[in-house]
């Protein structure tokens, strides 16, 4: 279901986080939740040891819980929405549920922002436009092409969402945008309150920073969805 393929969107800011390093992560959790250096370094099946892990963490659900108001303002509505991306391998689960989202909405448009250039781990604009060339987003390259789904080259240049520091062409797209999407804790942290537009932020809590933010226990790994 969409509202699942949400949840794994979310969950999957854990995985490899051990690659991140001290300096993005600002915690001593880093090498907790997903960590992919083990695997990458003995070969064990990512498949297996990490959609394990992942449908665990999904199963639990939302620990704050606004989808069934982004189903009725976005799901249902003609709009447009603006999606700020975060980590690397997290986009790719977001590029998987932004091309049901909009396959279930016919009158949705969405613009994708990714990072200008490289920035830890964070997916950039040159990594979105080689993963979208992979047979599994085919539908999402036909949205692109029919003007439903736009991949903007303008997007922060920076390891997170700071609304100082954003582009003019950015900052045009969410004055003509319904709604705004933003996922990552320090993303969050920055916009919260700022934007005069409803805004969606999510993210896993996973990290000291994201506790103290929060007030949610990171052993637990909760999944939030803010409006």
Not at 54 to 66: E, H, M, N, P, Q
Not at 87 to 114: G, H, K, R
Not at 195 to 203: G, Q
Request: net charge negative.
């Amino acid at each position: 279901s969409l509202r699942s393929l949400l949840c794994y969107s979310i969950a999957s800011g854990l995985i490899g986080l051990d690659l991140k390093g001290s300096t993005a992560a600002a915690s001593d959790l880093a090498t907790i939740a997903m960590p992919l250096r083990p695997l990458l370094d003995n070969g064990i099946s990512l498949d297996d040891a990490i959609l394990t892990k992942l449908k665990a963490v999904v199963s639990r659900g939302l620990s704050v819980d606004y989808w069934d108001k982004f189903y009725e303002e976005v799901v249902t509505q003609r709009c447009k929405l603006v999606w700020f991306m975060d980590d690397y391998i997290e986009s790719f689960f977001d590029l998987l549920f932004i091309q049901e989202l909009v396959t279930q909405n016919p009158s949705l448009v969405v613009t994708v922002i990714a990072k200008r250039g490289h920035h830890a781990n964070d997916m950039a604009y040159s990594d979105v436009l080689e993963a979208i060339n992979l047979p599994l987003f085919g539908r999402l390259k036909d949205y692109e092409s029919m003007g439903r789904v736009i991949f903007s080259s303008h997007g922060p240049s920076m390891s997170t969402v700071n609304l100082r520091k954003l582009s003019k062409e950015v900052v045009t797209e969410i004055s003509t945008s319904d709604y705004v999407l933003v996922k990552g804790c320090r993303a969050h942290e920055l916009i919260q309150g700022g934007l005069n537009k409803v805004c969606y932020t999510a993210y896993v809590v996973a990290r000291e920073f994201s506790e103290s933010e929060t007030g949610f226990d990171s052993r637990f790994m909760p999944l939030l969805f803010f409006r």
